[in-house]
């Protein structure tokens, strides 16, 4: 077995300037780099979130909408997402299976795990998409737990910013950027790694979470296969 790993970035990562929609030069240029990783022998998982169509929580919260039923609807969004990224990963002229948590037959695959750690082994990307298929966990908890389901050796939260701070570095000029952070440091409110479910599910299996810029060209190959953490933080 190859090294495996899962790639988590949000919804938001593929959006337009206006923050909404999809940008397909954005798609391109992630496809691009999880084709570098494809290349060296990695095989790779990935979740996408939603909030580039729409949050549950914040479509729940004037009290209209139902916060399970806009939990689903947020759970559609990645399945959105999903199937763009499928198609500008298969653009790149690369294997990939999209399953989703919730059964969309004419769509996807429904998730099953051992489907899907058979596709890894064959050299195809998979993408993990609806979440956990139930309301009130996170895409950040469907990562992780995809994550362990696969049993990668780390998962990558990717997002606009090389690492973890103290506190927000574009807002505090003396932010520290914290390299190695333990799972009960994570949990602090001031530190926003993921979710606190995320990070309790990963402290609970063991799982490294590394979060770093996906939009620095090579940073995801380098870090996973030159092991350059510099670029990075790492919660364990």
Avoid: W
């Avoid at 606009?160 to 506190?167: E, L, N």
């Avoid at 927000?168 to 790694?193: E, G, H, M, R, T």
């Amino acid at each position: 077995m190859g090294q495996r790993v899962l790639v988590k970035f949000s919804g938001e990562a593929l959006a337009t300037e206006n923050g909404f929609g999809i940008d397909t030069a954005i798609l391109k240029f992630i496809a691009k780099e999880i084709k570098d990783l494809v290349e060296h022998g990695i095989e790779v998982g990935i979740v996408i979130g939603g909030g580039n169509i729409i949050r549950g929580v914040s479509a729940a919260q004037d009290g209209i909408i139902k916060r399970t039923s806009g939990d689903y609807m947020g759970m559609l969004a990645t399945v959105i997402n999903a199937v763009a990224m499928q198609e500008a990963l298969e653009y790149m002229g690369l294997a990939v299976r999209l399953q989703s948590a919730i059964k969309m037959e004419q769509i996807c695959e429904t998730f099953i795990v051992r489907r899907a750690i058979r596709h890894l082994e064959k050299g195809r990307i998979v993408i993990f998409a609806a979440g956990t298929g139930n309301p009130f966990f996170t895409t950040d908890t469907a990562a992780t737990l995809r994550a362990i389901e696969i049993k990668s050796s780390m998962i990558i939260k990717a997002t606009k910013v090389d690492g973890v701070y103290d506190k927000d570095p574009n807002i505090f000029s003396d932010a520290k950027k914290l390299n190695v952070i333990s799972y009960d440091d994570a949990l602090q409110d001031n530190i926003k790694v993921m979710d606190d479910t995320s990070i309790a599910l990963a402290k609970d299996n063991s799982l490294p979470i590394v979060v770093c810029n996906m939009f620095k060209k090579g940073n995801l190959l380098s870090i996973i296969k030159d092991n350059n953490m510099t670029q990075c933080s790492v919660v364990k």
